[in-house]
T-cell receptor, first 111, second 114 residues
Framework: SQKIEQNSEALNIQEGKTATLTCNYTNYSPAYLQWYRQDPGRGPVFLLLIRENEKEKRKERLKVTFDTTLKQSLFHITASQPADSATYLCAREDSNYQLIWGAGTKLIIKP | GAGVSQSPRYKVAKRGQDVALRCDPISGHVSLFWYQQALGQGPEFLTYFQNEAQLDKSGLPSDRFFAERPEGSVSTLKIQRTQQEDSAVYLC????????????FGPGTRLTVT
């Protein structure tokens, strides 16, 4: 099946360090990937979209890479802060409008 | 500014009851999506509207699930004869354009079927 996979275990990072989250996809080669943040009891919030012809995209302390050879996207948060603690979701398109989502990785930034 | 709102935020239903979940998307947004999210999982696509047209309902788990968006704005997801496996968070999202675009999510409705 055309899955999208994220590390299921929580990621613990010391404040100030760079957090790196991984999103892997199989079989299907998406034209782009989206990254969202979700806090408990809330809906996901859009962060970044990266297209297959873009190797890297940045927004403030966030950076996303897209490696079509490895079938992988990496999401980086530099100078991490406790307020960055949340679950981060990766999603790819399945059709013109459907998104297929990973299960998310819980990020914990310790002061 | 007003984001996507959903009501009720929490719903407890006895097995067999019908429920209706409401979504108010951002004004002017063409696309509207419904998702189901189980604990510890990502959202699972249920259905998609482009304005008032339901273009994809392939994710609806059974014919007990029905969604509508009659005037191209507010949408309702109805679940008939609820069962325990329907317990989940139901998320609504809207986006400005048709096709794939960044999606704006509501806070979700947590449905618990007892």
């Amino acid at each position: 099946s055309q899955k999208i996979e994220q590390n299921s275990e929580a990621l613990n990072i010391q404040e100030g360090k760079t957090a790196t989250l991984t999103c892997n996809y199989t079989n299907y080669s998406p034209a782009y990937l989206q990254w969202y943040r979700q806090d408990p009891g809330r809906g996901p919030v859009f962060l970044l979209l990266i297209r297959e012809n873009e190797k890297e995209k940045r927004k403030e302390r966030l950076k996303v890479t897209f490696d079509t050879t490895l079938k992988q996207s990496l999401f980086h948060i530099t100078a991490s802060q406790p307020a960055d603690s949340a679950t981060y979701l990766c999603a790819r398109e399945d059709s013109n409008y459907q998104l297929i989502w990973g299960a998310g990785t819980k990020l914990i930034i310790k002061p | 500014g007003a984001g996507v709102s959903q009501s009720p935020r929490y719903k407890v239903a006895k097995r067999g009851q019908d429920v209706a979940l409401r979504c108010d998307p951002i004004s002017g947004h063409v696309s509207l999506f419904w998702y189901q999210q189980a604990l510890g999982q990502g959202p699972e696509f249920l259905t998609y509207f482009q304005n008032e047209a339901q273009l994809d309902k392939s994710g609806l788990p059974s014919d007990r699930f029905f969604a509508e968006r009659p005037e191209g704005s507010v949408s309702t997801l109805k679940i008939q004869r609820t069962q325990q496996e329907d317990s989940a968070v139901y998320l609504c999202a809207s986006s400005l354009r048709s096709g794939i675009d960044e999606q704006y999510f509501g806070p979700g409705t947590r449905l618990t079927v007892t």
